[in-house]
């Protein structure tokens, strides 16, 4: 390439004028990242404003949801916030829950899994036949059915990537398939229940952590959102972008903080935080680290947001692909070993009934968009707590069962509207 045989030299920066050169030589998104941050918290009060008019809305509304909801059924019936009610609801929601962080996982591929409720019951099945049945070690009978799931996921994955197939037809396939096999498994018994004194029974619903431990969990987590916020900091300023003020890393640690030892104090009047509920959330933390910090996280959004565009990037779109549709059933059998542990059995109408709607819906609930490249993790811990919430405050206002599907319905159909009109914001806003 040429250059100009007796270029002129450009004029120093110098005094007031040097700050607005040295912007001027920024990308535009590193202006505005910078701007931001030298206006303080004004400035990122002005950014969320900004946000929320272009569509992206984030967790607000499942959580303006959450507060109205759990509003009106302490309205009604103020035993819904009871200790006692609020640890049958973190109990109540963990098996769906996880079922629904898999579907968060297909959903950002923008693909579907509707196999997950019979994948759940066939992993029950398996666990109470070799476990009960066979006298196999409770160990090795869940290894065996979470492998199931994984294999189950990778044949999914395989079809999908070799016969393009869509994962709609391929998955409902798989739910009657699933089906079949877990009536075959369970054989001419029907039920097979599991002991209450085994491993996976108190695990389920016996366990407890100790008051103290659940204060020390409560004060850790926030620490370390805090102490990894200021790494993240540390990184991005030697980068040469612009920080978080500490002082709204001190409010978000602080408001974290806050929350977590409320629940904490509600629950322990009760039993407590159950061990199968800290395992959920773990679930939920490790998986949306995943997601957002590494490689493989990003991977997935890029190609739920673009296929083509993520192909042209280098990306290997079809091991993707098979690593998520083998995650989404891993956790499909996950969920169905939480089912049966808390119920003490398992039987031909595991992951049955609304088991599918209702994992799927908490992802859509929870935030993850439809059209793919958007959600977390985090997506499937709200949706669940709306939807058990519903369920649960319906229970104890005696209604019945066909009034809480309407609600469902109702819940979820607006949850697909306001992403919708989100997508179409954010496209708007996009073209101007």
């Given at each position: 390439?040429?250059?100009?045989e007796?270029?002129?030299?450009?004029?120093?920066?110098?005094?007031?004028?040097?700050?607005?050169?040295?912007?001027?030589?920024?990308?535009?998104?590193?202006?505005?990242?910078r701007?931001?941050?030298?206006?303080?918290?004004?400035?990122?009060?002005?950014?969320?404003?900004?946000?929320?008019r272009?569509?992206?809305?984030?967790?607000?509304?499942?959580?303006?949801?959450?507060?109205?909801?759990?509003?009106?059924?302490?309205?009604l019936?103020p035993?819904?916030?009871?200790?006692?009610?609020l640890?049958?609801?973190?109990?109540?929601?963990?098996?769906?829950?996880?079922?629904a962080?898999?579907?968060?996982?297909?959903?950002?591929?923008?693909?579907?899994?509707?196999?997950?409720?019979?994948?759940s019951?066939?992993?029950?099945?398996?666990?109470?036949?070799?476990?009960?049945?066979?006298?196999?070690?409770?160990?090795?009978?869940?290894?065996?059915?979470?492998?199931?799931?994984?294999?189950?996921?990778?044949?999914?994955?395989?079809?999908?990537?070799?016969?393009?197939?869509?994962?709609?037809?391929?998955?409902?396939?798989?739910?009657?398939a699933?089906?079949?096999?877990?009536?075959r498994v369970?054989?001419?018994?029907?039920?097979?229940?599991?002991?209450?004194?085994?491993?996976l029974?108190?695990?389920?619903?016996?366990?407890?952590?100790?008051?103290?431990?659940?204060?020390?969990l409560?004060?850790?987590?926030?620490?370390?959102?805090a102490?990894a916020?200021?790494?993240?900091?540390?990184r991005?300023?030697e980068?040469?972008?612009?920080?978080?003020p500490?002082?709204?890393?001190?409010?978000?640690?602080?408001?974290?903080?806050?929350?977590l030892?409320?629940v904490?104090?509600?629950?322990?009047?009760?039993?407590?935080?159950s061990y199968?509920?800290?395992?959920?959330?773990?679930?939920?933390?490790?998986?949306?680290?995943?997601?957002?910090?590494?490689?493989?996280?990003?991977?997935?959004?890029?190609?739920?947001?673009?296929?083509?565009a993520?192909?042209?990037?280098?990306?290997?779109?079809?091991r993707?692909?098979?690593?998520v549709?083998?995650?989404?059933?891993?956790?499909?059998?996950?969920?169905?070993?939480?089912?049966?542990s808390?119920?003490?059995?398992?039987?031909?109408?595991?992951?049955?009934a609304?088991?599918?709607?209702?994992?799927?819906?908490?992802a859509?609930?929870?935030?993850?968009?439809?059209?793919?490249?958007?959600?977390?993790?985090?997506?499937?811990?709200?949706?669940?707590?709306?939807?058990q919430?519903i369920?649960?405050?319906?229970d104890?206002?005696?209604?019945?069962?066909?009034v809480?599907?309407?609600?469902?319905?109702?819940?979820?159909?607006?949850?697909?509207?306001?992403?919708?009109?989100?997508?179409?914001?954010?496209a708007?806003h996009?073209r101007?």
């Amino acid at each position: 390439m040429s250059t100009p045989e007796n270029p002129t030299p450009a004029p120093a920066a110098s005094g007031p004028t040097a700050p607005a050169a040295d912007q001027a030589a920024l990308p535009a998104d590193l202006q505005d990242e910078r701007l931001i941050a030298s206006q303080g918290v004004g400035g990122w009060a002005s950014a969320q404003w900004g946000r929320l008019r272009s569509g992206d809305l984030g967790s607000l509304p499942v959580v303006v949801g959450l507060v109205l909801i759990w509003g009106v059924f302490y309205a009604l019936n103020p035993a819904f916030l009871s200790s006692r009610n609020l640890v049958n609801l973190t109990l109540q929601m963990v098996a769906v829950g996880t079922i629904a962080i898999g579907v968060v996982l297909v959903l950002l591929l923008g693909e579907i899994d509707l196999s997950i409720g019979s994948m759940s019951g066939l992993a029950a099945a398996i666990v109470a036949v070799m476990f009960v049945g066979k006298g196999v070690h409770v160990v090795v009978a869940v290894l065996a059915a979470l492998g199931a799931g994984a294999l189950v996921g990778l044949v999914y994955g395989t079809l999908f990537n070799r016969f393009g197939v869509p994962s709609f037809v391929i998955t409902l396939a798989g739910l009657l398939a699933l089906l079949g096999l877990q009536l075959r498994v369970l054989g001419n018994q029907g039920t097979i229940n599991l002991p209450f004194e085994s491993a996976l029974v108190r695990f389920a619903s016996q366990q407890f952590l100790p008051a103290w431990l659940a204060y020390v969990l409560a004060l850790l987590a926030p620490a370390i959102y805090a102490i990894a916020a200021i790494r993240r900091n540390a990184r991005r300023a030697e980068a040469g972008l612009s920080t978080v003020p500490v002082t709204r890393l001190a409010l978000r640690a602080g408001g974290l903080a806050a929350v977590l030892v409320v629940v904490v104090v509600l629950l322990n009047r009760d039993r407590g935080v159950s061990y199968m509920f800290l395992t959920f959330l773990l679930l939920v933390v490790v998986m949306d680290l995943f997601i957002r910090r590494t490689t493989w996280g990003r991977s997935v959004l890029a190609i739920g947001g673009n296929v083509e565009a993520a192909r042209r990037a280098g990306i290997n779109v079809k091991r993707i692909y098979l690593s998520v549709f083998a995650l989404c059933s891993t956790f499909a059998a996950l969920g169905g070993i939480f089912a049966a542990s808390r119920l003490a059995s398992a039987n031909q109408s595991s992951g049955g009934a609304d088991t599918n709607l209702n994992a799927i819906a908490a992802a859509v609930i929870g935030g993850t968009s439809l059209f793919g490249g958007r959600g977390s993790a985090y997506s499937a811990l709200l949706g669940i707590l709306v939807i058990q919430s519903i369920s649960n405050g319906l229970d104890l206002l005696a209604v019945e069962s066909n009034v809480k599907f309407m609600v469902t319905g109702a819940v979820l159909l607006l949850a697909v509207i306001i992403d919708s009109l989100s997508r179409r914001s954010r496209a708007a806003h996009g073209r101007a």
